[in-house]
């Protein structure tokens, strides 16, 4: 099977650092493929919040990640401080992508690529909603 092929863009306006916990690491001794999702959550959560917005409140509705891709490149390791970054990208009506980046600025290695599907959600009537005009402007995308 072929592996999955992201590539890393050529800037990311938004970017947090996480330092590894111990609890972040799996069975052998690196941060767990699911963990670097609960990561990647935080560095959304962070990149919104510098926005004014939150996935449950993101211009009167909420936000939920409708697909996942991710290509582990490194290992990471407890005490390992990891750079988050993030962009915005491929707006659609209801949904756009974010395309994140993964570094270890200690040795400069790319630690993966990921890439998730967000879409416009409204929780009480359980669908799927067009991004308010004012979040696609945050976003850059107007």
Same mark, same amino acid.
């Given at each position: 099977?072929?592996?999955?092929? =992201?590539?890393? @863009?050529?800037?990311?306006?938004?970017?947090?650092?996480?330092? %590894?916990?111990?609890?972040? $690491?799996?069975?052998?001794?690196?941060?767990?493929?699911?963990?670097? @999702?609960?990561?990647?959550?935080?560095?959304?959560?962070?990149?919104?919040?510098? $926005?004014?917005?939150?996935?449950?409140? *993101?211009?009167?509705?909420?936000?939920?990640?409708?697909?996942?891709?991710?290509?582990?490149?490194?290992?990471?390791?407890?005490?390992?401080?990891?750079?988050?970054? %993030?962009?915005?990208?491929?707006?659609?009506? *209801?949904?756009?992508?974010?395309?994140?980046?993964?570094?270890?600025?200690?040795?400069?290695?790319?630690? =993966? @690529?990921?890439?998730?599907?967000?879409?416009?959600?409204?929780?009480?009537?359980?669908?799927?909603?067009? @991004?308010?005009?004012? %979040?696609?402007?945050? $976003?850059?995308?107007?």
């Amino acid at each position: 099977m072929p592996r999955l092929r =992201l590539e890393p @863009l050529d800037g990311y306006p938004f970017g947090t650092d996480i330092t %590894v916990r111990i609890t972040d $690491l799996n069975y052998g001794g690196h941060v767990g493929n699911d963990t670097f @999702l609960s990561l990647i959550h935080e560095a959304r959560a962070a990149f919104l919040a510098s $926005l004014g917005l939150s996935e449950l409140d *993101c211009g009167g509705i909420s936000l939920i990640m409708a697909d996942a891709a991710v290509v582990f490149m490194a290992e990471a390791y407890a005490g390992d401080t990891l750079r988050f970054e %993030v962009a915005a990208g491929e707006a659609l009506r *209801c949904g756009f992508r974010l395309f994140h980046r993964v570094t270890r600025p200690a040795d400069g290695k790319t630690v =993966l @690529l990921a890439e998730t599907g967000m879409a416009g959600w409204d929780y009480r009537a359980g669908k799927i909603m067009p @991004l308010p005009a004012a %979040v696609r402007e945050k $976003l850059g995308f107007a």
